[in-house]
């Protein structure tokens, strides 16, 4: 069975530019969560869906970061205009139900220069 | 508020020796509590987690944690260290499906 994919595996973008992060869960995992680590700091929550409904996004830093997710499948965090405090890794990670482990992709490392 | 405190950014262990990461936490309801490690290039890999029931947590690659409420600490411990535990290792605390993570250690093993 596959794991959680994520592409690009690393973006490197200037400050004001658009980057799109992409994440493939696990097939029949209807929860999929977006965690954010920045700086060698603590991984954060950013936001969570259920099939294509975003149950929660507290954690979205601000209305710059949008996420999707297609059909209840992959998922989109496109961030617009980047600044600089957007670099770190992103990861993905998606479950079954929304008590259950959640598994983790690889993550994205942005730099935004 | 829930949180999580991972006690040292960074530990090193010789081969063979005692691995043992130090995780406190803070909750105001019963705790999931989680580790995880992620090795270079790699993402987070589950080692182990405690739901309910027994204490002592055994996961993959001969750690093991135990959850002691009085003292709030999910302590990860590994008798001997391999070299291929180098890796970060992450304390992870669940509220409903939101997990609180703390800042990771990161462990290096000495030949």
């Known amino acids: 069975e596959a794991g959680v994919t994520q592409f690009p595996s690393h973006s490197v973008i200037e400050k004001g530019q658009t980057v799109t992060l992409r994440c493939d869960p696990i097939?029949?995992?209807?929860?999929l969560y977006w965690y954010r680590r920045v700086m060698g700091k603590e991984i954060k929550f950013l936001l969570h869906?259920?099939?294509?409904?975003?149950?929660?996004e507290s954690g979205m830093p601000n209305n710059r970061f949008l996420a999707e997710r297609t059909g209840g499948t992959y998922s989109t965090l496109k961030v617009q205009p980047a600044e600089l405090e957007d670099s770190g890794v992103y990861f993905c990670?998606?479950?079954?139900?929304?008590?259950?482990?959640?598994?983790f992709g690889p993550g994205t490392r942005l730099t935004v220069l | 508020a829930q949180s999580v405190t991972q006690l040292g950014s960074h530990v090193s262990v010789s081969e063979g020796a005692l691995v043992l990461l130090r995780c406190n936490y803070s909750?105001?309801?019963?705790?999931?509590l989680f580790w995880y490690v992620q090795y270079p290039n790699q993402g987070l890999q589950l080692l182990l987690k405690?739901?309910?029931?027994?204490?002592l947590v055994k996961g993959i690659n001969g750690f093991e944690a135990e959850f002691k409420k009085s003292e709030t600490s999910f302590h990860l411990t590994k008798p001997s260290a391999h070299m291929s535990d180098a890796a970060e290792y992450f304390c992870?605390?669940?509220?409903?499906?939101?997990?609180?993570f703390g800042a990771g250690t990161t462990v290096t093993v000495r030949a």
């Open positions: 990670a998606s479950s079954p139900g929304y008590t259950d482990t959640q598994y």
């Open positions: 909750s105001s309801v019963p705790p999931y």
């Open positions: 869906f259920v099939k294509e409904s975003k149950q929660d």
């Open positions: 405690y739901t309910t029931g027994a204490t």
């Open positions: 992870a605390l669940a509220n409903d499906y939101k997990l609180s």
């Open positions: 097939s029949g995992h209807d929860n």
